[in-house]
């Protein structure tokens, strides 16, 4: 049971990715009509899904999806032309078949609910489809040699001659051999339709010997059988005989089909030429060992004459070259298919996970192990200690990479959304993907997907307005949504940018003042105006859609990316558009860190941010210590004691050295004072529990190799402290 | 003597009183090609021929090319059943052009 669970589970995933696929290739061709690539992608989606249902006995999806895969057929085919409301039918057909197989995982036992049987029905009419769904259809056979294609050959008498030649040897008579008992032979497998008997070769007057052979024959041969069994009739001959045997032509045809159609699914390898089209019948083993043994001496003779097997095969007449060429192109197909194939393994993502845990062990471990090298001063265990810690680091970022994943993938999903969204509305909205290579964590991934379109609902639903409209603005009818992706300083950014409407400050100051989130005499930045989006309970547009406005969204935004250790911003220009921009770790595991000591207490920051360290002296740095700005070199920037910050340490003295680490984070720059500096430290990042998440400043902890905890700051957090409240600060932490 | 050879109008008739196999092939190939040289008719009565085999086919298309470029007339006539049905099996009875007497006697086959 367990096992066919295991299957089914399979067969899902396999099946989630084709009609992934699927959509994919639809909205392309709604680009570009005339793409065979596309076409084809859409129809081995359905036929693959038709097949694998089929034996799960799922069979309303094997019933619906032979529908869908017969219009396919027809569009491939170019009988049937595919438009604009085809391709909106087979959208629905491809959600159709996702419910279908939802329904399966359920509760494959019960009925199929009315409801589905309805909107496949009714998806089977658009589709213009026979409505003879209820039969359920047979799936394929699996004909991979099958002989119901080989049947076919009997009824076309005249394309099914087989031809065969025979040369015999000049020493055939002598070895025992008499080629008529051969053709003899021959004739109780089959009609010899014709023959020709001709002896090219018969030397003039006393030359003759008559007791060599000199006989050629050409056999036209009508048989129900194959090359094989025509061969072996003259497997004794075979030392003395030259044998071509030409299957008929509907044969021909056979091999093509046989060799058009796809492979095993499974047991996908690539086989040689030669295997192939004896696989298929097109050759018999002899054929390609003579054809091989032909090659070798060529190659001995000249090795750089030698030719291509198939070439061999076509000049010695053993194979034709059609069949050869297709069977090239398969093998070429074959080959591809397992090199994209052997790119990707499927791996629990658990087991990831687990292996990720065990290296962040062994990463603390192999500092604790390297603590004790320094402390006890073993010169000869140092050298072995720094080349493990150098392979253990490089053993974590393998590690993580194994967990990255190109969010690509999740943009191009909006498409669907984009294209929906904006017929719905009645808008006209093109969606721009720009760095989709760029990479971060699966589980970040995962879990940006629902921020995200929620995002762009808001862009499409608020941001880019009716085409009238922005015809009046003097704007192009068709609204943009970029998405854009690209790496800064450890972290991705992600910007969703429309060219809508742009956000109305006033519009949000009124509305947060009558909800009670600002006094009406407080004074904002246009950036702070910005953030109140991000509140709970705020919408500007005057009415609610279906798609978004309600006013919950923004704040769970922000909640969820600030979860991930992220943050969110907003920018606008009344008119102009609105750009969301999204900062994200690249990964929750195991961060280089840089750690520094304040008050006997061990901090971590994220190694990408830092920018510099310096001296907190006069002679380094101007310090303002009543605005808490230092002065690098020109550069003025808030600063930050951290001692300070977490201890609430309110004198200090000034009797031992200071120093300052410059961290970046965008555009902002921020000092953060410290006591020590203590250098790189990889930083195995465990979460805090929930009783700390309303901790400031902190976004983690990590063990260090003596065992002690350090905390990891929350770079992000402390620069909006050190920027935005530095006044508050400066005048708490001075007086 | 499996060969006998008689002159009838000028016409020499051999009669091959033999089988027409590998085994006999050389030796009737050795007598046969004389009659080559001689410039006259040759009729060639294949009535005695119990069995033919390749070699012994080969040897008539032999003789009928060589009758060819010697200029000679060459039939065969009197074609026992071993030959005419190899010559029927080969579809070559055309190419001898001569005509076949199928007796009644013979095995249906």
Redesign the interface.
Known sequence: MSELDAAIQTFVQEADELLAEMELALLGLEDNPDDSESINSVFRAMHTIKGSSGLFGFDSIVAFAHEAETVLDQVRRGQREIDGALISTLLNCKDHTSKLIEHYLTEAEQELPQELKLKGESLIKQLGGATTKQKSMPVEADSKHGTSEASDTEDDTNDSDWVILLE?GPD???NGM???SF??YL?TLGDIV????S?PD?P???A?D??S???H?KIVFRANTDKQSIESVFEFAEDDCEIRIIPPHSQIEHYLDLLAEPSDEDGAQVERLGEMLINIGALTPKEVAKALQRQSEDKAESPEQAKPIGEILVEQQSAEQPVVEQALKKQQSVKQKIAAEANYIRVDSEKLGKLINLVGELVISGAAMRMMVDRHGLSDVEEVAVSMNDLVSEIRDTALELRMVAIGETFSRFRRVVRDVSNELNKQIELKITGGETELDKTVVEKINDPLTHLIRNSLDHGIEMPEQRRAAGKPEQGTVHLNAYHDSGHIVIQIADDGAGLNDEKIRTKAIANGLITPDQVLTKQEVFDLIFEAGLSTKDEASNLSGRGVGMDVVRRNIEALRGSVSLDSEPGQGTTVTIHLPLTLAIIDGFMVEAEQECYIIPLSMVEECVEMSPEECEVDEIQHYVNLRGEVMPYLRLGDYFNNRKQHSNIHRESMVVVRFGQTKVGFVVDKLHGEHQTVIKPLGKVFEQLKGISGATVLGSGDVALILDVQGLVQFATRDKSRASIGLAG | MAIEVSEKNGITIIAIQDDMTIYTASEQKARLSKYLQSGRELQINLSGVSEMDSAGLQLLLWLKQEAGRNAIKLSLVRHSQAVVEVLELLNLTGHFGDPVVISANWNAS
């Open positions: 015999f055939a008579l002598r008499d080629p008529l053709i003899r004739k014709d023959i020709l008997t002896t018969l003039t007057g006393e003759m008559p007791e052979c000199y006989l024959f």
